[in-house]
C-alpha cells in the first residue's frame, strides 16, 4: 500500500519559518517524484514545488521562490519543504504527492498539512 504522509505544519507569525516532511512508503523513491502543492478552501490548488530523488529540484511556484526550499532527507522516502519568511498568504492546506518518473500524473497523494500564517 502506497502511503505519503507530511506533517510539520503549524501556526507562526509572519516572517516566521516552518519545515513540512513528506515520508513516502510503499513505492521505489528512486522512480518517484515528489511534489508539494497548497489549496485554499475556494481556490485551485498550487503547485509549490517538486524534487526528484537525485536531488533534482525541477520546480519552485514564483510566489514561493527564495522563501522557500525543497530538499531530499538522508532517508531516501522522506522529502522536506523549508518555508522561510512566510506570509499570510502562504496560509493553505499543503499537500505532498508522488510522480512515477516523467508520466506527468500525480499518482498518489498525503493527506495534507495546515500551515497558518498571522500578520
Known amino acids: 500500500e502506497v502511503q505519503l504522509q507530511a506533517s510539520g505544519g503549524g501556526l507562526v507569525q509572519a516572517g516566521g519559518s516552518l519545515k513540512l516532511s513528506c515520508v513516502v512508503h510503499?513505492?521505489?523513491?528512486?522512480?518517484?517524484?515528489i511534489g508539494w502543492f497548497r489549496q485554499v478552501p475556494g481556490k485551485e490548488r498550487e503547485a509549490v514545488s517538486c524534487?526528484?530523488?537525485?536531488?533534482?529540484?525541477?520546480f519552485y511556484a514564483y510566489s514561493v521562490k527564495d522563501r522557500f526550499t525543497i530538499s531530499n532527507g538522508n532517508a531516501k522516502n522522506i522529502a522536506y519543504l523549508q518555508m522561510n519568511n512566510l506570509k499570510p498568504e502562504d496560509t493553505a492546506a499543503y499537500y505532498c504527492?508522488?510522480?512515477?518518473?516523467?508520466?506527468?500524473?500525480?499518482?498518489?497523494w498525503g493527506q495534507g498539512t495546515l500551515v497558518t500564517v498571522s500578520s
Open positions: 504527492a508522488a510522480q512515477y518518473r516523467d508520466s506527468g500524473t500525480w499518482n498518489f
Open positions: 510503499g513505492v521505489t523513491r528512486d522512480e518517484y517524484t
Open positions: 524534487i526528484r530523488s537525485n536531488g533534482e529540484q525541477e
